[in-house]
């Protein structure tokens, strides 16, 4: 399992937000110092989202983006805005290693299937949800302000079959709360698919990274035991109370 240090940008700006609410905002400074910062100390990869694209489909942040990815020398995935082949093709021939759909996977179903097609490999699917009443796991959109009225497993249902890199499933309820994953719902995602499955939300500590690593489950048809390709955090890091190496160490254990 990989380490993802995640870098949030708004207005330019490195921010992080308390459960997707854009009026519980931090700010941490200067993004491309920070990115600089965790491939220094070590990061595997670098999970880089343009929150104000996010909402308004408006790439705004897209130039930091791209200079970014320019400048560590360690493979950058983004998200955030990106609705079209278009924006797919333009990030990954600009230098982006990986690049997220999430508002237009479910608004356009079918661009999931022309992505993957033309860049197998490199494209991942964001499924952020929060639970409902009801227990199930509805998928959010539009930069977490509107519920989808669909659930991770219909959305994992139809890009059954396409060449994804990974899921990136996000809890927004312990997103930015520092209160430990959903250890629960991503079992129930590693159940359901055969694709690589990348956990965001609410690490709080190298121990919760290490319950991550430590997650395995064996598919009730008898495959192989499926266990997760990474785990991104942000706040835990930018806060201290983690560093990149003791999140990197404590990806490790799988026993």
Same mark, same amino acid.
């Given at each position: 399992?990989?380490?993802?240090?995640?870098? $949030?940008?708004?207005?330019?700006?490195?921010?992080?937000?308390?459960?997707?609410?854009?009026?519980?905002?931090?700010?941490?400074?200067?993004?491309?110092?920070?990115?600089?910062?965790?491939?220094?100390?070590? *990061?595997?990869?670098?999970?880089?989202?343009?929150?104000?694209?996010? &909402?308004?489909?408006?790439?705004?942040?897209?130039?930091?983006?791209?200079?970014?990815?320019?400048?560590?020398?360690?493979?950058?995935?983004?998200?955030?805005?990106?609705?079209?082949?278009?924006?797919? #093709?333009?990030?990954?021939?600009?230098?982006?290693?990986?690049?997220?759909?999430?508002?237009?996977?479910?608004?356009?179903?079918?661009?999931?299937?022309?992505?993957? *097609?033309?860049?197998?490999?490199?494209?991942?699917?964001?499924?952020?949800?929060?639970? &409902?009443?009801?227990?199930?796991?509805?998928? #959010?959109?539009?930069?977490?302000?509107?519920?989808?009225?669909?659930?991770?497993?219909?959305?994992?249902?139809?890009?059954?079959?396409?060449?994804?890199?990974?899921?990136?499933?996000?809890?927004?309820?312990?997103?930015?709360?520092?209160?430990?994953? $959903?250890?629960?719902?991503?079992?129930?995602?590693?159940?359901?698919?055969?694709?690589?499955?990348?956990?965001?939300?609410?690490?709080?500590? *190298? *121990?919760? +990274? +290490?319950?991550?690593?430590?997650?395995?489950?064996?598919?009730?048809?008898?495959?192989?035991?499926? &266990?997760?390709?990474?785990?991104?955090?942000?706040?835990?890091? +930018? $806060?201290?109370?983690?560093?990149?190496?003791?999140?990197?160490?404590?990806?490790?254990?799988?026993?």
């Amino acid at each position: 399992m990989d380490l993802y240090p995640a870098i $949030d940008l708004r207005g330019g700006g490195a921010v992080r937000l308390t459960q997707g609410d854009f009026a519980r905002e931090t700010s941490y400074g200067d993004p491309l110092a920070l990115a600089r910062q965790f491939a220094a100390d070590g *990061a595997p990869w670098l999970h880089v989202v343009d929150l104000d694209a996010a &909402r308004t489909g408006a790439p705004v942040n897209r130039a930091t983006v791209m200079t970014i990815a320019r400048s560590v020398d360690v493979p950058v995935e983004t998200g955030g805005g990106v609705r079209t082949i278009d924006d797919v #093709a333009e990030l990954l021939e600009g230098g982006l290693a990986r690049v997220i759909l999430g508002t237009a996977a479910l608004d356009d179903p079918d661009l999931v299937h022309r992505a993957t *097609a033309a860049y197998p490999g490199q494209v991942a699917l964001g499924l952020d949800y929060r639970r &409902r009443h009801d227990g199930a796991a509805e998928v #959010a959109v539009r930069g977490w302000a509107e519920g989808s009225g669909r659930t991770v497993g219909d959305l994992l249902a139809e890009v059954a079959g396409t060449d994804l890199a990974a899921v990136i499933t996000t809890s927004i309820d312990r997103d930015g709360m520092l209160s430990g994953p $959903d250890l629960d719902g991503l079992s129930a995602v590693l159940d359901s698919t055969e694709v690589p499955v990348i956990a965001s939300g609410g690490v709080g500590s *190298a *121990a919760d +990274v +290490v319950a991550l690593a430590r997650l395995a489950v064996t598919p009730r048809d008898g495959g192989p035991t499926r &266990r997760l390709l990474g785990a991104i955090t942000g706040k835990a890091l +930018v $806060d201290g109370r983690m560093t990149v190496a003791e999140g990197v160490a404590a990806c490790a254990p799988s026993e």
